[in-house]
């Protein structure tokens, strides 16, 4: 199923191929995607050997400031593609009427729920968790134990941040109306919060915080890249918050074929066999070899945690405010 997709898309892609020249396809995406340690290289390199286009990315911070940007910048875009959105902010960048519809409703797909989306297409999911040096004494087993411990944490800032905004998620699918009081006693563990994923892990390395806002896949770099056991990710009793990642073409794109393709390309082995071991998340198609030795050794929640994408727009004004007034104390 994921050739015979991938094969379309490669038709279309060819429609749009100039003997004398070949198309710009512009992707834009977070930081650390594009990183020289992220899927970027692999992919861009993968994606040009059947495309005979040029992949170009466009860094625009992490993944919530994707979408500030695209609502800036509106039809006026450079971009074909964005890649990086996920389900808290998808209700919202529908509403832009800026994301076209795409075509992979028989795209292959293995995620712990449904998807029917047909504005946006997933390429990799994963559980935010709190990461920490596996020698750690005490770690808290929920929110509200590590609201009243000592523990010192890093978090991401949910106006800029997908990981800062699926905590902000996390807490309040957790704890409904009671949210604001973990916040409250969440507020005096916070050390700093970052704009980015990258910005807060960097500091946790560094021993700035006991524990990082981050993913249960997060040790496996570690374990499989730096052959290091020593980074654990926490387990909490109320459940984890799901991420799920996200693809999308702009209607304003001066090569929707080749963005369509792009898409079919994102769920074929050759893009979701990249995804474990550079953005170390799960893929959204499991590749045909499986997932590298070591991802069995993760955390794995019992209670996954996912607000459907209108829920998420619905509640994040609210959620956003019980966050600052918390930390503003």
């Known amino acids: 199923m994921r050739y015979s997709i991938l094969g379309v898309g490669l038709l279309m892609a060819a429609s749009v191929v100039h003997a004398e020249d070949k198309p710009i396809l512009t992707v834009m995406t977070y930081d650390s995607f594009v990183s020289d340690w992220g899927p970027g290289p692999a992919v861009e390199d993968a994606f040009e050997g059947f495309c005979e286009c040029d992949l170009n990315f466009v860094a625009a911070g992490d993944g919530a400031a994707l979408l500030a ?25 529908v509403e832009t009427g800026l994301f076209a519809a795409h075509d992979m409703a028989k795209a292959a797909l293995d995620l712990p729920v449904d998807w029917t989306d047909q504005t946006f297409l997933p390429y990799d999911w994963g559980y935010f968790a709190f990461v920490h ?14 609201g009243s411990s000592d523990t010192k944490i890093i978090i991401q800032d949910p106006r800029s941040s ?8 996390w807490v309040k699918a957790a704890y409904g109306d009671d949210a604001s009081a973990v916040w409250e006693a969440l507020a005096d563990n916070v050390v700093t919060v970052t704009p980015g994923w990258s910005e807060a892990y960097g500091l946790f390395l560094e021993g700035e915080a006991d524990m990082v806002l981050s993913y249960t896949t997060s040790p496996a770099y570690h374990l499989i890249a730096e052959e290091d056991d020593t980074k654990k990710a926490a387990l909490f009793s109320e459940g984890h918050y799901m991420q799920v990642e996200v693809g999308g073409i702009l209607k304003s794109s001066d090569q929707p074929a080749l963005a369509e393709a792009f898409l079919s390309f994102m769920v074929t082995d050759g893009f979701q066999s ?49 966050w600052l007034n918390a930390l503003s104390k």
Do not use: C, H
Not at 76 to 81: C, H, I, Q, T
Not at 133 to 146: E, F, I, Q, R, S
Not at 293 to 319: M, N, Y
């Open 69 to 93: 940007r695209v609502k800036l910048e509106g039809a006026r875009s450079e971009a074909d593609v964005v890649l990086g959105l996920d389900t808290n902010l998808t209700a919202e960048a």
């Open 133 to 146: 040096n596996a020698d750690m004494a005490d770690v808290p087993g929920d929110m509200k134990a590590l």
């Open 274 to 322: 990249i995804i474990p071991t550079t953005n170390w998340m799960y893929p959204a198609a499991v590749p045909e070899a499986g997932l590298p030795d070591g991802f069995e050794t993760l955390i794995q929640p019992e209670k996954p945690l996912l607000f459907s994408p209108e829920e998420a727009q619905a509640i994040r004004a609210s959620a956003l405010d019980e």
């Open 162 to 169: 997908t990981p800062g905004l699926g905590l902000l998620m």
